[in-house]
């Protein structure tokens, strides 16, 4: 190996301290006030082991980030990540743990839902060999889910559980549970197949590798929450689903465009009844009725997607107004080659459903892809 001199004497040279045994990833977006509490809790749960805390904060409005580098530069364990233009509580976990040179990383709420005395009981457990990855369960002997916000969340949480299980290679009671620990090399194996949107990490994780994981589900309790808000609503869970399918077909297709998909013929129904009203309650005539459902369909999708496909880059703002023209435009040429590409298959003797049939897939497909790199432009 050439370059391990080199190394060697980088290590003898000035090395300030070692690296930690223990990184721990906190997602947060808005959650200032509970930065100390935490960070003082961690320490106080964590002593004898060389720990670090890395906050990955979407450059959340009400300073976060300016708390934790307040803090940062009175302890060197706490560290900071501010993403601007990147969203989304899984990217933020991978881009921290990612950041790591630790033997372990950790994910953990950053609200203190979570029971951040369970983290030594993982490490040890880990340490002690036998499994791939510790996971705090509120389902298993000694833990509890009381800290779960309203009776909603109880049937999402629980739905979403069933459905996970129905699906995964391994058993795990708390599928959603944001509260894990796992080697770090093994984390940076699985970085590159993780789907990375939405809110569930470890389904992912688990997902991606190809040898089922051993998991260790350490029971833990869910506290409430002490301070700001929840993130996690219904859209989230639609999400989820995504990331299920999207693992089912192997990644065949990207999430993205199912979702697109789905949007796309969500919009067709909404233009019929908007169609369908006109004509019943107006006098209007077909060609301006058919203007307008068009109008209404372009705009419930633009919503639509922008909440959903898009929700990791939603637009707000002046940016919206201008995503929607372009969408329209964009859905405008999408229309014409449909029509036209339907018409010629129609008129080489094709039958109308087969020929409608592939003009409105090329008009999806089109959309799409236009609209991905247009209105929707990764940044
Ligand atoms: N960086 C970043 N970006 N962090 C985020 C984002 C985001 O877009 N959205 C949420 N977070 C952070 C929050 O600040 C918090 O620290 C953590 O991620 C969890 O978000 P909450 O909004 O508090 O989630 P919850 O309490 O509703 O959900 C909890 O329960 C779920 C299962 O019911 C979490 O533990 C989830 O991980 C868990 O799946
Ligand atoms: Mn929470």
Redesign the pocket.
């Known amino acids: 190996m050439p370059d391990t001199p080199t190394h060697n004497s980088y290590a003898a040279a000035g090395s300030v301290r070692v690296s930690p045994v223990l990184s721990v990833i906190?997602?947060?977006?808005?959650?200032r006030p509970n930065v100390a509490p935490m960070i003082a809790q961690l320490d106080a749960a964590l002593g004898g082991i060389a720990w670090e805390v890395i906050y990955?904060?979407?450059n959340s409005p009400d300073g976060t980030t300016r708390e934790v580098r307040r803090i940062a530069q009175l302890d060197s364990r706490v560290r900071c990540i501010r993403r601007i233009g990147r969203?989304?509580?899984a990217s933020?976990v991978i881009e921290g743990a990612l950041s790591s040179s630790a033997d372990y990383v950790a994910v953990i709420?950053?609200?203190l839902?979570?029971d951040e005395t369970r983290l030594p009981v993982m490490l040890n457990a880990l340490r002690a060999g036998g499994y791939d990855i510790a996971v705090a369960s509120r389902h298993v002997e000694g833990g509890d889910n009381a800290g779960?916000s309203s009776r909603f969340r109880h049937v999402l949480?629980d739905g979403g559980i069933w459905l996970a299980q129905a699906f995964l290679p391994v058993r795990l009671t708390d599928p959603?549970?944001?509260?894990f620990m796992l080697p770090r090399v093994l984390f940076e194996d699985l970085a590159r197949e993780l789907n990375g949107q939405g809110?569930?990490i470890l389904l992912d994780l688990v997902l991606s590798s190809t040898a089922p994981l051993r998991v260790l589900e350490v029971p833990a309790r869910f506290r409430e929450?002490a301070a700001g808000e929840?993130?996690?609503d219904a859209l989230v869970m639609v999400q989820f689903a995504g990331l299920l399918l999207d693992k089912i077909f192997g990644g065949l297709l990207p999430l993205r465009f199912f979702s697109f998909a789905l949007v796309g013929a969500l919009g067709i129904i909404v233009h019929l009844v908007v169609l369908g009203l006109l004509r019943q309650s107006t006098t209007l005539g077909f060609e301006t009725g058919q203007a307008l459902a068009t109008l209404v369909a372009m705009i419930f999708n633009f919503q639509l997607n922008n909440a959903i496909t898009y929700r990791d880059q939603r637009l707000k703002g002046p940016r919206l107004w201008r995503g929607l023209l372009l969408f329209m435009v964009v859905c405008g040429f999408g229309a014409i080659a449909n029509v036209g590409i339907a018409k010629v298959l129609y008129e080489q003797h094709t039958t109308w459903t087969v020929a409608g049939g592939i003009g409105a897939m090329i008009g999806v497909v089109w959309n799409y892809a236009v609209s991905a790199t247009l209105v929707w432009r990764a940044r």
């Not at 906190?26 to 959650?31: H, S």
């Not at 959603?176 to 509260?179: A, L, P, V």
């Open positions: 906190v997602p947060c977006f808005n959650e990955v904060d979407d969203h989304g509580l933020a709420d950053g609200d839902q979570h779960l949480s959603m549970s944001g509260f809110f569930k929450r929840s993130k996690m």
